[in-house]
């Protein structure tokens, strides 16, 4: 979810529209002076009342401008336990239901940038343009909830093929931590592949199926909830604009 500076007022407004108790959230800033110095995801978790809210920066500093990788002396998961101010931009997650422990998953970056087709404007309605891109470091953030699931939240790199190994890793991952802990996982967020590539040739299922960027005139899936367990009782949410990002929210209900 990408949050344009000076709109975190809208912040609760658009978080009541989705009324999730879960929430994985992409594109997030960290005390960054492009959206105020504020903690997004702290406001985002007062505005649905969350229990637990987690931060995982990718980077520290402002994507596009100045930024570096994580050190190791930075904190890898913000929580409301730490006590970290520094500026950066990532991934993060909130939830209703308690969390009994987050995990990091390190996905690397291309080391070789692209040219991307992105809206013009101010407001991302202009005329697209091409422009050159680097990617950044990639991550993924675990969360694992009271109910007996984990959840994965994401933001896999916009360069094809690395894309596809990111999501490899993650679901061999998933497998994995199933087995070892008995929750069931899904994989949420921005995957940056369209067309349902995220389940071709696999056993996984996307719980929805629909256009999700951008979000004025969706004609691309890039968002996706992706579970290998079976779902019995399922109630895939109508989309709702928040007004706040270019990709719409995708919201499931699960029994």
């Known amino acids: 979810m990408a949050i344009p500076p000076g709109s975190e007022a809208s912040l609760p407004t658009a978080i009541k529209k989705i009324a999730p108790q879960v929430l994985a959230v992409q594109e997030v800033d960290h005390f960054l002076p492009r959206s105020n110095s504020v903690n997004q995801i702290q406001e985002i978790a007062k505005a649905m009342k969350a229990v637990d809210w987690a931060f995982a920066p990718a980077i520290i500093g402002t994507p596009g401008e100045k930024w570096r990788a994580l050190k190791d002396s930075d904190e890898s998961i913000i929580t409301a336990a730490s006590k970290s101010q520094a500026g950066g931009y990532g991934i993060a997650f909130a939830s209703t239901i308690p969390v009994t422990a987050y995990e990091r998953i390190e996905l690397g970056r291309s080391l070789v940038g692209m040219p991307l087709l992105v809206p013009g404007g101010e407001d991302g309605r202009g005329k697209p343009k091409f422009i050159y891109v680097q990617d950044e470091p990639r991550v993924a953030l675990v969360a694992h909830l009271e109910n007996g699931w984990s959840i994965i939240s994401t933001h896999l790199s916009f360069v094809p093929g690395l894309n596809v190994a990111q999501l490899k890793k993650l679901k061999r991952w998933a497998e994995k931590s199933a087995a070892q802990t008995g929750n069931k996982v899904a994989i949420m967020g921005d995957l940056n592949l369209p067309k349902s590539l995220p389940v071709l040739g696999s056993k996984w299922n996307s719980l929805v199926t629909q256009n999700t960027y951008p979000s004025w005139g969706a004609k691309i899936q890039f968002d996706y909830i992706l579970t290998k367990d079976s779902v019995n009782k399922l109630k895939v949410i109508p989309t709702t ?15």
Do not use: N, R
């Open 241 to 255: 604009a928040t007004g706040i990002s270019d990709h719409l929210p995708i919201t499931v209900e699960i029994e």
